[in-house]
């Protein structure tokens, strides 16, 4: 079968690969949609979580072998540890990911827990299911949100983890959500969804904050913009490098949250939101094609805002 194969640092390759063999409480997925994340974008141009040759895609959905139309959980957790036991299994330090740890979407079929299955709406699209993970990283993120009266929020990234948290939002009913990304056309995109505006650059001061670039500047430039008392949730990866004042957060008394993935409850929750917000902005893609769509992306093109791989 066919598969887009991270091969090294900074490659990627579409290959015949070995045809998956279900595992003891696995079934093997018929994929119909994998979305493309920021992460891989980034987690390709070096060796470190995810190890080539590995076939990446951690947002994906499909039929199994008995017609069930599913949407996959990729986040495995052991059962057994004392987080998976306090109910944080989202947390658990011998957690993987499928499309990191073990092989991916980016295929035509994939061996899945099934254990990680959730059935789909009869009337969800391939590629609207492909985008339930994304929303769960979301609805995990906003949580972590304290509710205030007239809570201004600014969310830094108008991509596809930047657009569903503006979404998640306008779901949670905070109504007053700047958009900030220096892509006018992904700032177009916000303002269809619903934001009250959008700006280049960060302006005035905010309750709270979400970073969905993760770079050293956009989370220093994140703090600096909080109100004091105010929460800046991160969710972006781009780089290691925090680059904020440690003092100003502790004159401040800011709260800076890290949120990574999602609790079973998040995943559940962001499959019933789905159906109900407008995620129509993917551009679906084939697998054969899949690769000149990967390259263009992580070389910084803007669009399209989300990629769904359809093989």
């Known amino acids: 079968m066919r598969a887009l194969v991270f091969t090294g640092p900074g490659a990627m390759e579409l290959r015949d690969v070995e045809e998956p063999v279900a595992g003891t409480g696995e079934v093997v997925l018929d994929v119909r949609a994998a979305g493309i994340c920021g992460s891989e974008l980034h987690g390709f141009r070096a060796v470190g979580f995810r190890k080539p040759p590995l076939v990446m895609g951690h947002e ?32 658990c330090r011998r957690r993987e990911l499928i499309g990191v740890h073990r092989p991916g979407g980016f295929t035509e079929r994939v061996a899945v827990p099934s254990s990680a299955l959730h059935e789909l709406p009869a009337d969800m699209s391939w590629e609207t299911a492909a985008m339930v993970e994304p929303l769960a ?85 994140g ?24 003092n100003l957060l502790v004159r401040s008394e800011h709260r800076v949250v890290g949120s990574f993935a999602y609790s079973p ?8 939101m789905a159906g109900r917000l407008d995620l129509s902005w993917w551009t679906a893609v084939s697998l054969e094609d899949s690769l000149a769509t990967f390259m263009s992306l992580a070389d910084g093109a803007t669009g399209p805002v989300k990629a769904v791989i359809v093989p």
């Not at 199994?64 to 057994?80: K, M, Q, W, Y």
């Not at 809570?151 to 657009?163: E, K």
């Not at 409850?265 to 019933?272: R, V, Y």
């Open 265 to 272: 409850d998040d995943f559940t929750a962001a499959l019933a």
């Open 60 to 91: 994906f959905a499909g039929t199994t072998p008995d017609g069930r139309r599913v949407v996959a959980n990729p986040l495995i957790s052991c059962g057994e540890c004392d987080l998976c036991s306090r109910g944080a299994p989202e947390l």
């Open 137 to 221: 990283n979301a609805v995990h993120a906003l949580y972590n949100v304290e509710p205030v009266d007239e809570l201004r929020l600014a969310i830094i990234g108008s991509g596809t983890i930047g657009l569903v948290c503006l979404l998640v939002a306008g779901q949670l009913g905070f109504s007053d959500v700047t958009m900030v990304d220096r892509a006018r056309e992904r700032l177009t995109t916000a303002e269809r969804l619903g934001a009250s505006s959008c700006e280049l650059e960060l302006q005035g001061e905010y309750d709270a904050i979400v970073d969905a670039v993760g770079a050293g500047a956009t989370r220093r430039d």
């Open 223 to 246: 703090i600096s913009h909080l109100r004091p008392g105010g929460t800046a949730v991160w969710l972006g990866l781009a780089e290691s490098d925090s680059g904020f004042d440690g």
